[in-house]
């Protein structure tokens, strides 16, 4: 990681990704409208709290506190959600900071856009969170993409919440908000719906993980969702929503580490790069 901040690498993964199989048109129920389709889901879901909840019990994930769930209950429209990426369970802490928030979780659902390998490369048990977990793949394939971007939009005029991680890459505990890419706030223009920016902050616990590791213990902050300017273009409001949740990031990381944001490039570092 620190070679990959120095050389402004942020938008690459510090660990291979496995490859995965192009996601072809019609591959994915993305509104679940499969009988099948719901039953999976339903199980998954079903599946994935009872894996959190051993989770939690044995101390692998540790939420401190969960800041701002006012922000999240007094939406009226669907939103897409932003946090930061530095761990494979990290939705997880959203996920629970999305059941505290909301009541009725079949009125407004919680949705996690994933990467195309993460969909088609997992076997096992991970595989079947994967593909069933209310999750929305994205694909390299242009049909495919297309009836994401067109599920997504859907989803969000029904109401329902969108997780994007808007950083694009995963870097293992690492505590800086890095550039952010426009996917997210273009679903956000796209549908007239605001982003919910939330960022996860870290302090060491006293446990110690498999790995030898400290485990982390998480705040998750929840702030005001940021709704797009009926004046501005499209390409303006991406901008302004990107710049926008990077300084509400960086405002959550500077107050909660006590210190400035400050990146180890040779090159100034933007809200996008």
Same mark, same amino acid.
């Given at each position: 990681m620190k070679q990959f901040e120095e050389e402004g690498r942020f938008y690459e993964d510090v660990e291979n990704d496995p490859p995965g199989e192009t996601i072809k048109a019609g591959e994915v129920d993305y509104l679940r409208?499969?009988?099948?389709?719901?039953?999976?889901?339903?199980? @998954?879901?079903?599946?994935?709290?009872?894996?959190?909840?051993?989770?939690?019990?044995?101390?692998?994930?540790?939420?401190?506190?969960?800041?701002?769930?006012?922000?999240?209950?007094?939406?009226?429209?669907?939103?897409?959600?932003?946090?930061?990426?530095?761990?494979?369970?990290? /939705?997880?802490?959203?996920?629970? @900071?999305?059941?505290?928030?909301?009541?009725?979780?079949?009125?407004?659902?919680?949705?996690?856009?994933?990467?195309?390998?993460?969909?088609? /490369?997992?076997?096992?048990?991970?595989?079947?969170?994967?593909?069933?977990?209310?999750?929305l793949p994205l694909s390299s394939s242009p049909k495919a993409m297309g009836e994401m971007m067109r599920s997504v939009d859907t989803l969000l005029k029904q109401g329902h919440l969108v997780l994007v991680y808007p950083e694009q890459s995963m870097w293992w505990n690492y505590r800086k908000p890095k550039p952010l890419k426009k996917g997210a706030y273009r679903f956000a223009v796209k549908s007239n719906v605001p982003v919910v920016p939330c960022f996860i902050t870290m302090q060491d616990s006293n446990i110690v993980d498999d790995d030898g590791f400290k485990v982390q213990e998480y705040t998750i902050h929840i702030e005001k969702p940021i709704y797009p300017k009926k004046e501005l273009s499209s390409s303006d409001n991406m901008d302004y929503l990107l710049e926008e949740n990077y300084s509400v990031w960086k405002n959550i990381y500077e107050r909660s580490y006590q210190t400035k944001l400050v990146y180890t490039t040779k090159e100034e570092v933007h809200a996008q790069m």
């Open positions: 409208k499969k009988l099948s389709s719901k039953l999976y889901a339903h199980t @998954a879901y079903k599946i994935a709290r009872k894996f959190l909840n051993k989770m939690i019990e044995d101390k692998k994930i540790i939420i401190k506190d969960i800041i701002g769930t006012e922000n999240l209950r007094g939406l009226k429209t669907g939103a897409v959600m932003t946090c930061n990426h530095f761990n494979a369970f990290d /939705s997880f802490a959203i996920q629970m @900071a999305y059941e505290a928030s909301i009541s009725n979780w079949k009125k407004k659902r919680f949705y996690r856009v994933i990467k195309e390998a993460n969909y088609t /490369s997992f076997p096992g048990f991970y595989g079947f969170l994967m593909r069933h977990c209310y999750t």
